[in-house]
């Protein structure tokens, strides 16, 4: 059953490559030559003399076979070896031939194939200066057949009037259907090409993608190495203090103890904060407004600092990944604020939508944090940063004016309608 599929797929395949535009034509053509060659031999005169009957057959016979070789050549040569002269050579035969043929076989009806070479010769020559120039040739030469078959000079005059009219009808009809055929090639090309570069962007896209996730997961690693480390570096020296105080000083490793305790819930912290990150972001299902509300809120819970948010302006649409980028924005400002921050007693985020851009503000009122001599900025801040670079936004961290330390984040609307990477 699929062999039988697949064969009747390929013929279709064949037929309709064979059926369109020129190639049409051409079939055609060949249709045509067949169809006058067994008209002539069925019909022609019984004292129609030897050499002129074999004379006409053999002419129509080696026009047919002239064109099925000529369209053979012309589909597989090599561009470098075809010139128009080759075109002249090939229509200047084919009239020779078929006016034999008139000539010997009395075949003056047969005028379809006079229109068939002036086709022929509109589409390999164009139709000005020199399919003209053929188109002339080849009436004149019928009518000088046309004269020698007997033919008066009214029936000539009437003869010239019909052919003029026709060859320039076939003319302008070849034209347009090879237009037409070049247009639909040129259209199947762009489809294949329009195809191909989608099928690459969708390729780019997918390892943009993986590469997004592949950025954050190297970042999450590294804040877990450099904060959980820390915890557990500190833990195991203050273990250790209290096995050596134990006995000499229980008081001393009492506090010791204490001190651990204190940096084994802070690494307990540092573990679940980067879990937490690692699962799907509310901010990919829920209002921006009301995620950074919720986030802000259970922060000042769960550190008893005073926090407040604040939304002004009418919201609007951004893409996931916007959303994704100030929701990461607030979540490791409020981190970094109680791991390097001094003396803070309140935090405020602002979220401020503007006429062309989205605005995000978080700030608290405490002590900035000590400047250390070539200092690399965290790795959060640095990820914060390739994010909204990739929305073509800007972003801004330090102390403020007027007190306290500020993280400002400004995007522009006509960049958040895409996504440029994962949400991740």
Request: net charge negative; with cysteine; charged share 20%.
């Amino acid at each position: 059953m699929k062999t039988t599929s697949s064969i009747f797929s390929r013929l279709a395949g064949w037929f309709k490559n064979r059926v369109e535009g020129e190639f049409l034509l051409q079939w055609i053509i060949y249709i045509i030559l067949f169809v006058v060659l067994i008209i002539f031999i069925t019909g022609h005169p019984p004292e129609m003399p030897q050499w002129r009957f074999y004379g006409t057959i053999l002419a129509l016979a080696l026009l047919l076979v002239l064109n099925i070789l000529w369209q053979t050549w012309a589909r597989t040569k090599p561009a470098e070896l075809y010139t128009p002269l080759h075109n002249w050579g090939f229509l200047l035969v084919s009239t020779g031939l078929l006016l034999a043929a008139v000539w010997m076989g009395g075949l003056y009806n047969a005028v379809v194939l006079l229109f068939m070479l002036c086709s022929q010769a509109t589409i390999l020559l164009g139709i000005w200066p020199e399919g003209l120039i053929f188109c002339l040739i080849n009436m004149a030469g019928w009518l000088v057949v046309f004269r020698m078959m007997g033919a008066d000079k009214q029936a000539m005059i009437s003869f010239a009037t019909s052919l003029g009219i026709g060859i320039l009808f076939v003319s302008f009809l070849s034209i347009l259907l090879d237009r037409y055929s070049r247009q639909t090639r040129r259209a199947e090309g762009l489809l294949l090409e329009l195809q191909a570069a989608n099928a690459r962007l969708e390729v780019a896209h997918q390892n943009e993608k993986e590469l997004a996730i592949a950025e954050e997961r190297v970042r999450l690693a590294r804040d877990i190495h450099d904060g959980l480390g820390h915890h557990l570096t500190v833990l195991s020296i203050q273990l250790q203090a209290a096995d050596k105080l134990v006995t000499r000083n229980p008081q001393a490793a009492t506090e010791a103890i204490q001190l651990s305790r204190a940096e084994a819930q802070a690494a307990l912290e540092e573990v679940r904060h980067s879990v937490s990150m690692m699962r799907e972001s509310p901010a990919e299902t829920q209002p921006l407004p009301e995620v950074l509300s919720n986030l802000v809120k259970d922060f000042g819970q769960r550190t008893g600092l005073r926090t407040n948010f604040e939304q002004t302006g009418s919201p609007v649409e951004l893409s996931p990944f916007a959303r994704q980028t100030l929701f990461r924005t607030v979540q490791e400002s409020l981190t970094n604020a109680t791991r390097h921050g001094k003396g803070i007693q309140e935090i405020g985020v602002h979220l401020e939508y503007l006429p062309g851009m989205v605005r995000l503000v978080v700030k608290d009122d405490g002590q900035p944090p000590e400047a250390v001599p070539d200092r690399q900025p965290g790795y959060g801040l640095v990820g914060l940063r390739e994010r909204v670079d990739q929305l073509g936004g800007s972003i801004h961290s330090g102390p403020c004016q007027t007190g306290g330390f500020e993280v400002e984040v400004s995007i522009p609307l006509q960049e958040v309608a895409h996504d440029p990477g994962s949400a991740g």
